[in-house]
């Protein structure tokens, strides 16, 4: 069951760069964080002493970010080893769940075969069974794959054992606010087409909407979008620390 449907209400997914502003944001409303460092790079591996201090200190689930360099999404073979040993290492320290994604390069991947699309099967499902059970994100990778590959893609992301995929529902760069109709559509995919899949058997994933989520706006997306989890760094100045107000005026907004 996720951390959504046991809340039974929208989830609050914060994204955190360091303990302090993990922290912060757990004691103003946050459902969940997402662990990882380095905000200008778009959030990298964290420092595991990160999630040593705050499973010492917090209730709620931290996900841990396994991403080893912010080129691209597609690894070399020394990137992804590195990715199995972090897995390893901070399942031993107790995260609760797993933020990755690995794609193919364009040239590997779909191409014009619409029966592939540029998620790498093989590997993200062999970091996922890693994970022991612990639910995965598949993280903004998705929002690289064109949308022409999105139906296979969302099987594919099925496939591999994720439980969610955060995206701002269109190419990389957009704000989540840009892109509502496509969002919507895809909660709709989720929905309609979320039963057991006796193959694999998973489920769809659940979309989380990330991207420029900020509580001016989560109102409005929660009700266009129909999505039941949202993600934001509620940053509101420089530096690397979550806004307390900004946390719990989006808690409020979704919560009420």
């Known amino acids: 069951m996720s951390d959504t449907a046991v809340k039974g209400s929208p989830l609050l997914e914060i994204a955190c760069f360091n303990a302090e502003s993990a922290l912060l944001a757990a004691a103003s409303g946050a459902d969940r964080i997402e662990?990882?460092?380095n905000y200008p790079l778009g959030g990298l591996t964290p420092d595991p002493s990160?999630?040593?201090?705050?499973?010492?200190q917090l209730d709620i689930?931290?996900?841990?970010?396994?991403?080893?360099?912010?080129?691209?999404?597609c690894y070399s073979s020394a990137d992804f080893?590195?990715?199995?040993?972090?897995?390893d290492l901070f399942k031993n320290l107790g995260a609760d769940g797993f933020v990755f994604g690995i794609l193919y390069t364009?040239?590997?991947?779909?191409?014009?075969d619409p029966s592939r699309s540029l998620v790498d099967i093989a590997r993200n499902t062999e970091l996922v069974e890693r994970a022991d059970g612990r639910p995965c994100t598949f993280h903004r990778a998705f929002d690289l794959i064109p949308e022409s590959q999105w139906e296979t893609a969302l099987q594919d992301v099925r496939d591999c054992?994720?439980?969610?995929?955060?995206?701002?529902?269109?190419?990389?760069?957009?704000?989540?606010?840009?892109?509502v109709d496509k969002l919507a559509t895809l909660v709709q995919w989720t929905e309609q087409y979320g039963t057991l899949d006796t193959a694999t058997g998973h489920c769809l994933p659940e979309i989380i909407v990330g991207g420029g989520v900020r509580s001016s706006n989560t109102g409005m997306l929660q009700a266009q979008t129909r999505a039941r989890a949202f993600h934001s760094a509620a940053l509101t100045g420089n530096g690397e620390i979550a806004s307390a107000d900004e946390v719990r005026r989006m808690s409020a907004s979704l919560k009420g």
Do not use: D
Not at 81 to 87: D, S
Not at 106 to 112: A, I, K, L, M, R
């Open 35 to 37: 662990l990882c460092k």
């Open 81 to 87: 080893e590195q990715m199995k040993t972090e897995i």
């Open 161 to 179: 054992g994720f439980s969610s995929i955060l995206t701002n529902g269109g190419p990389s760069g957009n704000a989540a606010v840009e892109c």
């Open 106 to 112: 364009p040239s590997e991947g779909g191409g014009g």
């Open 61 to 73: 689930p931290v996900y841990v970010m396994i991403r080893p360099t912010s080129e691209s999404f």
């Open 50 to 56: 990160s999630l040593t201090t705050l499973k010492s």
